[in-house]
Structures are given as structure tokens and as C-alpha cells.
């Protein structure tokens, strides 16, 4: 065999196993996910087999495309391995090789699972003959409870993969299983982690960037572009609406008494999202609110932006805190471009003390004196979209970051 025909990448997924009566739709679903994050590298196949997908590195490096799966929702973890012939001696004497360069960092333990019943020997044994292999070359102790490092077999018709250890993959659901929702997406750290929790429940995610242009520069617009990029990983493009919010701004800081216009602001916004999520035909709107984080967040708050939605608003971080979700950003590649300075529509008019618990009568009253639905309609009516392929997409073909274009599509 050629050497690059030797490695496969296998993707092991656990959720997708409940759904008994739909597993074949979901995996379909996944399937056409992964081969979409794959796209832009020159890998192979990718199939599914005996309750995993496997993937043909072909000439692409295979950790790259573990790192790349590993934001796919819907894959529980990955390995790469190596490919024997289905038998015993084939099997022994690529563990045998595996060990020429290589250590246990401390116990190790062996993992069989024979996908093909008409293997000569069974899981115990081929487990028991595999260790005893490796316990000899490297003098690591066997360790069946909390081993440091786990040497998996599987065991398939036509062949033997070997691996050693596993990426942690996002887990979850295929994008594309759970309806399609719009997230409300500003330049900050939350958002898109908002977005990413949400794909990973199976939603397709749109989302929407409120901007304050010409009154502030384009900075925040080209945060959005970029993090709808890193979302689009995970499903085949990101649909994003461009809508610009400093006139909407600037009559309620006309109309609206000081301590209530951030919430007014963001009131506004999601009466807005709700019209184009209509449009889009999205069912529920995304927030990236976590109780009690900023003043507009106290429960009392929450109630009264919530009071402004049709449709459902998810709140996917409700209950996480910063750090937390800090690190998610980290993990997802969105922190860096949520911590690039930009002017964000938030700060343009914002009181310095805004109400930590404004009653929904006040709010309703000076929202009595805004035309509501005439600042809707003309926020909609000049709002553009476009769709935003993966950060990766756009680096093979060669594309101007995502940053610098201008919307291709205009109108909603
Ligand atoms: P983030 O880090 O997501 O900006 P935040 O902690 O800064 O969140 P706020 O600024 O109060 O919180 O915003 C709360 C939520 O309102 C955001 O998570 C986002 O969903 C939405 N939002 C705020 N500003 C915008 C904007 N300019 N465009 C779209 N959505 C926005
Ligand atoms: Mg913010």
C-alpha cells in the first residue's frame, strides 16, 4: 500500500446514535457537512462505515482535517489511523512499528471493537496479543481504568485500523437537523459563541450586525464579516444581514428618556431581527445575553427585550459565565477577531447609567412616542445580505479576507 493510502481519519460521533428512527438522514447531513469543511483541502473519500465516517487523507495532511472536523457539529471525536491487513500478523507487526517512535506517556490500555463478527478471534484476545506487544517494546505498565494512553483496533471486514488517542471533536448535532435560526451578531465576544452553541444543537444559523455607518466607521462590519466566516465552518455559508441602525439610534435618542434607550436600542434591533427572520424563514432569534453580565442583562431586562420578539429568543448563554464562554471563543477561533477594537453601534448615544430595571410600562410608554414601524420598515427596507463562505473557503481560493468586500446582494 502507498504510504498516504495507509491513514484514514475516522470520525466517531455519539448523539446522532439516539435517533433511531432518523440516524440515516442525520448522517447524511453530517456527511455533507464534513465534505464541505474538507473542501478546500486535497483530501478523499468520505464515508460512512460500520457507525463512524472515514475520510481518505489523499495528499492533505490528516491532522489538519482532524483540527478541521473537529468544528463540525455533530463529530464526537477523531483519530487518525493507520490501515493493516486484516490479520493478526499484519495487525502485531504495525504496533511493532508504531513503537519504533514512540513512548506511552505513562499506562496505556488497548481498545478493540470488531465491527466484523467474522474475524478469527475475538475482542479480549486480540486486545490481550496487542498489548502484549506493546507492553514488551516500550515496558509501559497496563493500566485498564484511567490509562494515560489508549491504542484503539477496529476491526472491519476488508481491514484493521490502528490509532493512538483522539481529538475531541464539538459533538452535538449535524447543522442542518434543527431548523434554521437568526442570530442578532455584534463584533463582541458573545455573540458568536452564541451562534457556534446553537449550530452545535443542529441549528443553521443567519445572522444579523446592527452598525451605526456613516455616524461611525465600518470597523464593527468588518468584525461581522469575519466571525460569520469562522461560523460558516460548520455549515456551508453564512447568511449575513447588514443593517444600518444610526438613524433608529438617534430618533430615540430624540424621543426616549436616557436611562431607557439601551434597552430601547435593543428592543428595536430585535423587532428588526424578527422581520428578516421572517423573511429568511428562521424561526427563532439567538442573543448572546448572559444573566446579569452588563446592566441590560438583569433578569427584569431580559423580560422587557424579550417582551419585543414574535418569535422565540434563544439565549444559548444564559447561564454560562465570562470565563466560560471565553474559552469557548478561544477554542472556536472567534476570541481574536472579537477582541479587535472596532466602533460598535452600542457605544454611539449610550447612557453612562442605564436602568438595571426598567418597567415594561415606562419602556412601552416612551416606545409610544418612536413610529415604530415606520423606523422598521425603512431599517429593513435598506438592510443588505450576502453569504459568507468559511475564513478556510476563502484562503484556498485565494479570495481578499472576508473583511475588505463590500455586500454582493442587496435588499432583504
Ligand atoms: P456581545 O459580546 O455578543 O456583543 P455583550 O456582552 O457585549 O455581547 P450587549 O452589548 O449588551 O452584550 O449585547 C447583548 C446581545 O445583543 C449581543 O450578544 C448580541 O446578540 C446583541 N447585539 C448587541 N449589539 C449588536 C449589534 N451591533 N448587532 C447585532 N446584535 C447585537
Ligand atoms: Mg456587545
Same mark, same amino acid.
Given at each position: 500500500?502507498?504510504?498516504?493510502?495507509?491513514?484514514?481519519?475516522?470520525?466517531?460521533?455519539?448523539?446522532?446514535?439516539?435517533?433511531?428512527?432518523?440516524?440515516?438522514?442525520?448522517?447524511?447531513?453530517?456527511?455533507?457537512?464534513?465534505?464541505?469543511?474538507?473542501?478546500?483541502?486535497?483530501?478523499?473519500?468520505?464515508?460512512?462505515?460500520?457507525?463512524?465516517?472515514?475520510?481518505?487523507?489523499?495528499?492533505?495532511?490528516?491532522?489538519?482535517?482532524?483540527?478541521?472536523?473537529?468544528?463540525?457539529?455533530?463529530?464526537?471525536?477523531?483519530?487518525?489511523?493507520?490501515?493493516?491487513?486484516?490479520?493478526?500478523?499484519?495487525?502485531?507487526?504495525?504496533?511493532?512499528?508504531?513503537?519504533?517512535?514512540?513512548?506511552?506517556?505513562?499506562?496505556?490500555?488497548?481498545?478493540?471493537?470488531?465491527?466484523?463478527?467474522?474475524?478469527?478471534?475475538?475482542?479480549?484476545?486480540?486486545?490481550?496479543?496487542?498489548?502484549?506487544?506493546?507492553?514488551?517494546?516500550?515496558?509501559?505498565?497496563?493500566?485498564?481504568?484511567?490509562?494515560?494512553?489508549?491504542?484503539?483496533?477496529?476491526?472491519?471486514?476488508?481491514?484493521?485500523?490502528?490509532?493512538?488517542?483522539?481529538?475531541?471533536?464539538?459533538?452535538?448535532?449535524?447543522?442542518?437537523?434543527? /431548523?434554521? %435560526?437568526?442570530? +442578532?451578531? $455584534? #463584533?463582541?465576544?458573545?455573540?458568536? =459563541? &452564541?451562534?457556534?452553541? *446553537?449550530?452545535?444543537?443542529?441549528?443553521?444559523?443567519?445572522?444579523?450586525?446592527?452598525?451605526?455607518?456613516?455616524?461611525?466607521?465600518?470597523?464593527?462590519?468588518?468584525?461581522?464579516?469575519?466571525?460569520?466566516?469562522?461560523?460558516?465552518?460548520?455549515?456551508?455559508?453564512?447568511?449575513?444581514?447588514?443593517?444600518?441602525?444610526?438613524?433608529?439610534?438617534?430618533?430615540?435618542?430624540?424621543?426616549?428618556?436616557?436611562?431607557?434607550?439601551?434597552?430601547?436600542?435593543?428592543?428595536?434591533?430585535?423587532?428588526?431581527?424578527?422581520?428578516?427572520?421572517?423573511? /429568511?424563514? %428562521?424561526?427563532? +432569534?439567538? $442573543? #448572546?445575553?448572559?444573566?446579569?453580565? =452588563? &446592566?441590560?442583562?438583569? *433578569?427584569?431586562?431580559?423580560?422587557?427585550?424579550?417582551?419585543?420578539?414574535?418569535?422565540?429568543?434563544?439565549?444559548?448563554?444564559?447561564?454560562?459565565?465570562?470565563?466560560?464562554?471565553?474559552?469557548?471563543?478561544?477554542?472556536?477561533?472567534?476570541?481574536?477577531?472579537?477582541?479587535?477594537?472596532?466602533?460598535?453601534?452600542?457605544?454611539?448615544?449610550?447612557?453612562?447609567?442605564?436602568?438595571?430595571?426598567?418597567?415594561?410600562?415606562?419602556?412601552?410608554?416612551?416606545?409610544?412616542?418612536?413610529?415604530?414601524?415606520?423606523?422598521?420598515?425603512?431599517?429593513?427596507?435598506?438592510?443588505?445580505?450576502?453569504?459568507?463562505?468559511?475564513?478556510?473557503?476563502?484562503? &484556498?481560493?485565494?479570495?481578499?479576507?472576508?473583511?475588505?468586500?463590500?455586500?454582493?446582494?442587496?435588499?432583504?
Amino acid at each position: 500500500m502507498a504510504e498516504e493510502q495507509r491513514r484514514l481519519v475516522i470520525a466517531h460521533y455519539n448523539e446522532i446514535t439516539l435517533k433511531l428512527g432518523n440516524r440515516g438522514a442525520f448522517t447524511a447531513r453530517l456527511l455533507d457537512n464534513m465534505r464541505q469543511a474538507l473542501a478546500p483541502l486535497p483530501s478523499g473519500a468520505v464515508r460512512s462505515q460500520d457507525g463512524r465516517v472515514t475520510v481518505v487523507p489523499g495528499s492533505a495532511d490528516p491532522e489538519e482535517i482532524c483540527r478541521r472536523l473537529a468544528q463540525v457539529p455533530g463529530i464526537a471525536n477523531l483519530s487518525v489511523a493507520t490501515v493493516c491487513e486484516p490479520d493478526m500478523d499484519s495487525l502485531l507487526a504495525e504496533v511493532e512499528r508504531m513503537t519504533d517512535g514512540w513512548q506511552p506517556a505513562g499506562s496505556f490500555r488497548v481498545r478493540v471493537r470488531r465491527a466484523w463478527k467474522g474475524f478469527a478471534l475475538e475482542s479480549p484476545e486480540i486486545g490481550a496479543r496487542v498489548g502484549a506487544v506493546l507492553a514488551d517494546r516500550t515496558g509501559a505498565p497496563v493500566n485498564l481504568g484511567r490509562p494515560d494512553e489508549v491504542v484503539y483496533v477496529h476491526v472491519v471486514r476488508d481491514a484493521i485500523y490502528l490509532s493512538l488517542g483522539r481529538v475531541q471533536g464539538c459533538g452535538g448535532l449535524p447543522v442542518g437537523t434543527g /431548523g434554521r %435560526a437568526l442570530l +442578532l451578531l $455584534s #463584533g463582541g465576544i458573545d455573540s458568536p =459563541v &452564541a451562534g457556534l452553541r *446553537m449550530m452545535r444543537r443542529g441549528c443553521r444559523v443567519d445572522a444579523v450586525h446592527f452598525h451605526s455607518v456613516p455616524y461611525l466607521d465600518r470597523s464593527s462590519m468588518r468584525k461581522a464579516r469575519r466571525l460569520a466566516a469562522v461560523l460558516a465552518r460548520g455549515q456551508s455559508a453564512t447568511r449575513l444581514h447588514m443593517v444600518a441602525f444610526g438613524e433608529v439610534q438617534s430618533e430615540v435618542v430624540r424621543k426616549v428618556p436616557r436611562p431607557l434607550r439601551v434597552l430601547m436600542y435593543r428592543r428595536l434591533m430585535v423587532k428588526i431581527a424578527c422581520r428578516l427572520a421572517n423573511q /429568511g424563514k %428562521a424561526a427563532a +432569534l439567538i $442573543s #448572546g445575553e448572559s444573566l446579569g453580565q =452588563v &446592566a441590560s442583562q438583569t *433578569m427584569a431586562n431580559l423580560a422587557v427585550i424579550e417582551q419585543a420578539a414574535e418569535l422565540p429568543l434563544y439565549r444559548p448563554l444564559l447561564g454560562m459565565d465570562k470565563l466560560e464562554i471565553t474559552d469557548y471563543a478561544r477554542e472556536a477561533d472567534t476570541y481574536d477577531i472579537s477582541i479587535e477594537p472596532d466602533q460598535d453601534c452600542c457605544t454611539l448615544f449610550v447612557p453612562r447609567h442605564p436602568a438595571t430595571r426598567a418597567a415594561l410600562e415606562d419602556v412601552l410608554r416612551a416606545e409610544a412616542s418612536l413610529d415604530v414601524e415606520a423606523l422598521i420598515d425603512a431599517a429593513v427596507e435598506a438592510s443588505e445580505y450576502e453569504y459568507l463562505k468559511s475564513d478556510w473557503e476563502q484562503q &484556498a481560493a485565494g479570495l481578499p479576507e472576508a473583511a475588505g468586500r463590500e455586500p454582493v446582494e442587496a435588499g432583504a
